[in-house]
Structures are given as C-alpha cells and as structure tokens.
C-alpha cells in the first residue's frame, strides 16, 4: 500500500484513482452498504418511508447480492464503504504530500514572511480547522489539522514594491540566501497556544503513547516551550531509511528465497528452550528461514503506526528470536525512561549475553569520515548483525545486517518488513555495530519485549 501511495502521487494520479488501486489492501476491501426507502404501513393505517439497509455481498456463483442486516459498527473515523476508506486515506496522503513539499521550499526562500492557513470555503461545520487558521512563521511545518482536512495553505511575501525588495534583489547569491528579513512572522498565534494549553493533559498522553497529530509532531520544540515538556534524550527510533530499488530488493529477496534455516549452537539451542518454555511456546522450536520469520511477523501491529512504528529496538531482536525458531512478535514502544524498551532504544546490545564471558557485549560505535566504508569494513565476517544509525540528535534506528559468502550486504528493516539502502545514512552521525549471531539472546528482555503470535 505504501509503495502505491508513493508512485501515485509521484506521478499526479488522482485520489479517486489511486483509492481504487489501494482498495484491495484494506481489511474489508468489498464492503459496501446500500439504503433501500421502502413504503410500511403502519398501525394507524397511514404509510411511511422506512430506511433500510442492506450490505453488499458475493455468493458462491460470483453473484452480487444485497442482504438485510444491521449496520456493522466500524468505529470513530471508518466508513462502512471501502471505496470512502480508500478515498480518506488517498486525499489525506495527497495533501500531506503536497503541503510538507510545500513549506520545506517556503522555509528556505528568502522572500517568505510566513505561512497563512485559512479554511476551506466549503467548509461544513466548526472544529479545530477555525480555531487554528492564522499566520504562522515560515519553519512552521503544516500538513493538515486533520484526516481529510480542506483547509489550504499560502506563503506570505515581501512587498514586491518595497525597498526590501529591491535591496534582496540585488544581493549576490551566497548573501542573498543567508538574508533573513525583520519583517519575518515570529510566533504562532495566540489562539494556537491556547489551543495546546487547553489541550495539554490529551497532548501528554498521545506523547507518552507516541501517537501526537502530525502538526505537533512536526512542530515539536514549539508545543515543548508552550507546555514545558523536557527534552527526552536520543533515542534510536523514528527514522525511516530509503528502501532499495526495485532490481537490488529482488536480488535480495532472490538470496533469501534459496537460503536455509540457521545452524545454532548447542549453547543457542539451550538458550531457545528456555526462553519457550518461559514464555509458554510450546511449538515449532525449529530454526526458521528468512522468510519464515519475515513476512512482517516481526512486528505485526506495525500499520496500526505509533508505537509500532518506533519500536525498532524491540523488532531487531524478535526478528533474531524468530530466525532461531520462537514464533514471537514485537510489542510496542514505551518512551518511560524505565521501561525495557526505553533502555533498549539507549543500548540495544543489552538484548544479547556473550556465551564465553556471560556479559552483556559491547558494539563498535563508528564515528566521522566515512562512514558507510568503515561500516562495511567493520561488517567484512560473514554473520548476521545489529546496526544502531544516530542520524541527529533525536533520530536514529536499528536494522539488521547480513554479510553472506559472496560478498553481499543486505540490511533490513525488521520494524518495516523493507530491505533498506545504506547510503541513505551517509549522513549520519554515528554507527553502532553488533555481530549478534553467536551470541545469546537474554530471557528478562525478550520477554519484556515480545508476545507469542
């Protein structure tokens, strides 16, 4: 689904569409629902239009029928269409699309003032679309208020006709895009700040859950000065690496498809039974193939998004677990600086103990130059590691490595489910390195971390 969102809108395909591409993604992808007004007579002898509904479905000769039945309840923000599901997600993803792209250029364009958020004119009834309109500065990062949202968005300009103007003009290039003009927006409007503050206990929560609307998210440090939030410290969770292209996935995925399962040791073997029967597995227990333990089992709930979707830590390690035989999934992040999978996040290698030394092992932390070289002369022993990326100073992620006897590196995202291209980190700050196939894979955080399938 997320690969034909990214084409669709790469290449202008409408919403309606790319919706009808996307529909067979869906949970229920033929669900659909028709009213029917039917004339029923009534006990005082009068007659009156009833509606009622009736759902469509497909019986076993392939025939469209539409049978009487109470509406299913689908919950807050779900139709009982698909078409309408697919269409909410292909507007919403569009126009996310189209704004982010827009105030990344507007914030670095010398002649913007700021951004103005007005709502849409067919606008049905007030909610947060009113009470947010305004002018906002120009690295205000705006996707829409909400799903669906019609509210549009422009830049604000210097006066063509002021002397500003012709003063900009005629800089030359280099001071020209350093110039940063007095006239700039300073400060969300008030009513947005009253807004946070009047909605400061439901923000807490949606951070300690990691599901905060797209245009706090985005605008983190400003809520964060709004409503005194500390600062958290880096974790390695959030960022999303390039997916490799379409010829070196498949010659991946060619790999993997003629691999077999790992060979463990009789230490690792042990060290599977224990953790089962911990755990209460009770089957299978044999090492998997790649496939086997892919197939995003690693970290099932990761579309529901939020804390499945930051939980890398967790992932790198029940993708392991599963290799080695355990049909476990991964459970969500917890940014509580005392949960597991907080500290995991800070020290991915405390998930592993060294068989000879019985001691948590350390990885090699990669720093300056090349990084992408180093990595790949650190990772020139045939195995199966753990790479944590710091990319800044609040974003990281953790991925698994495989060299092979070929000489091939493959790195995968077991959060995702997508082999990912390494020179997408070339910018990256640091690398930490890992060879976690000979290792043993400690009880306490497995199980903290993970849940049987």
Known sequence: MSQALENGIKQGISAESLGRQIR????????????????????????????????????????????????????????????????????????????????????SEPYVLGIRIRTSANHPEKDICDELAGDYPKDFMWRGWHPRCRCSMSSILIDRNSEEWKYLCSLPEKEYRAYKSPNLVPNVPEKFSKWCERNADRLDLARENGKL????????????????????????????????????????????????????????????????????????????????????????NYRKGGIYKA????????????????????LGYSNKKDSVQFQLGEHFEDAWINPKT????????????????????????????????????????????EKT?????????AQSGNFINIDEFREAESFEILKVDKFLISKDVLKKNSKIV
């Open 24 to 107: 067979q993604y869906l949970n229920n992808p033929d669900m659909m629902y028709r009213r029917y007004h039917l004339k029923k007579a009534m006990a005082d002898g009068t007659k009156r239009d009833v509606v009622e509904w009736r759902r469509r479905v497909i019986d076993e000769q392939g025939k469209v029928r539409f049978v009487k039945e109470d509406l299913a309840h689908v919950g807050t923000g779900v139709y009982r269409s698909a078409r309408q599901n697919a269409l909410r997600l292909t507007i919403t993803e569009t126009n996310m699309a189209y704004n982010y792209a827009n105030c990344e250029r507007w914030s």
């Open 213 to 300: 609307p797209y245009f706090v998210r985005d605008n983190q440090k400003v809520v964060s000065d709004l409503l005194g939030w500390k600062e958290k410290q880096a974790i390695k969770h959030g960022y999303m690496g390039t997916k490799l292209g379409r010829k070196e996935a498949n010659e991946a995925y060619k790999y993997y498809v003629d691999s077999k399962p790992i060979k463990l040791s009789d230490e690792q073997k042990k060290n599977v039974q224990e953790i089962a029967k911990e755990m209460g597995i009770t089957k299978g227990l044999a090492p998997m193939t790649f496939f086997e333990a892919n197939n995003g089992r690693a970290n099932v």
């Open 358 to 401: 019985g001691k948590v092992p350390s990885p090699t932390i990669i720093k300056g130059g090349d990084l992408i070289g180093k990595a790949e002369k650190q990772m020139k022993s045939v195995g199966r590691y753990h790479v944590g990326i710091n990319y800044n100073a609040v974003e990281g992620h953790i991925l698994t490595a």
């Open 405 to 413: 006897a070929d000489e091939m590196l493959y790195l995968y995202d």
């Open 311 to 330: 939980n890398c830590q967790s992932c790198v390690v029940v993708h392991e677990a599963r290799l080695r035989g355990l049909d476990i999934t991964a």
